[in-house]
């Protein structure tokens, strides 16, 4: 059972399939807004507000690409940049109002294909997976 799960991760957790999802989510979202602008919107929605070297980690790389893809989400309004008050020489990278709509569409979307693809799915099955999966997570092998 822990192979067929391990497997079933690294398909869910290979790059390929997140750009893949992530380039579906962001069609007809505007330019600036794509499969690798996505995940530093992401990364903002769930962690607030950070410094580009400080979100590299979360968003899985380096500074400078940080860098580059939130100045295409500011050219677009969807990030903007503030002084850190902790550190005066750094800024931080910052959801505006347009940015956080952005999110919430995105969200939406994911959801709505997550409960297409599990619309097949027996009563009750869907559920079931959804509270495991939730309990694997946050009791599994990640913490």
Do not use: C
Not at 15 to 34: K, N
Not at 46 to 75: K, Q, Y
Not at 93 to 117: F, K, M, P, S, Y
Request: proline fraction near 6%.
């Amino acid at each position: 059972m822990g192979q067929e799960i391990a497997e079933s991760l690294g398909v869910l957790l290979r790059r390929t399939t997140r750009t893949q999802l992530h380039r579906r989510l962001t069609e007809g979202m505007g330019e600036a807004l794509d499969e690798t602008t996505y995940p530093v919107l992401s990364a903002l929605a769930r962690t607030g507000p950070r410094s580009a070297a400080d979100l590299a980690p979360e968003v899985g790389i380096d500074r400078s690409g940080v860098t580059r893809r939130a100045s295409r989400l500011e050219e677009a309004g969807l990030v903007r940049r503030e002084p850190d008050p902790g550190d005066r020489r750094a800024q931080l990278l910052v959801l505006t109002e347009q940015g956080r709509q952005a999110v919430a569409e995105l969200r939406t979307r994911l959801a709505d294909r997550i409960a297409d693809a599990l619309a097949g799915w027996p009563p009750g099955e869907a559920e079931a997976f959804a509270r495991h999966l939730h309990r694997f997570t946050t009791d599994g092998p990640f913490g």
